[in-house]
């Protein structure tokens, strides 16, 4: 069984995560910033928060972590700002590098009418862009729960897996680049479906 992580750095459901994980694979762990990390085989990176906070809690806690996974190739989840923070670049709270795991900027949502809202919260349907993830298809016109207001802007369209939509703005919602997988919804928060994608995931 794959020893999972989730990264415990002080923005995000980390318990609602631990208890989806739990539920569907059984081991998962939360790793905290002074916590040996040399048998992390998937890190899921939670968050909810600003772009900026966030990487600066990561270069100050976690620096050594950070170059351990990128020079391992440990799977890394990234759900919602955990998405985001692996972008190269993000604006949310001024702008501030990511991880730079994937390639492309996180930008704000646009309002196209007067009456659009921000942040998108609610159940939204996604779309499959690439077919070549086979496991995943299922999921295509499915709704996941979302609740944010920046998007992923890919620098290559082809590590996109999934869009949705929100006042006319057409986004990634699942990116995919070998080792790195963000997902800009709850997985957690979707109810069975979720949960079972979430398995997907661990077990591709």
Known sequence: MKKVHILNYGLGNVFS?????KYKHGNVNLLNKKQNFNDVEILFIPGVGSFNQAMNILNRDFKKLLIHLNSNKIKIVGICLGHHLLFTEGDEGGACSGLGLI?????LLKKRNSS?????????EIKLKSPKLSI???YDKHK???CHSYFSKLKYSNQSVFSS??????FSCMVYDENIFGLQFHPEKS???GLELINDIIRY
């Open 17 to 21: 995560l631990y208890n989806a994980i």
């Open 103 to 107: 390639n492309g900027k996180i930008k």
């Open 116 to 124: 659009d809202v921000l942040p998108n919260i609610g159940w939204r």
């Open 136 to 138: 995943f298809k299922k």
């Open 144 to 146: 996941f729960y979302f």
């Open 165 to 170: 939509s929100y006042c006319h703005n057409e």
């Open 191 to 193: 109810r069975e479906i």
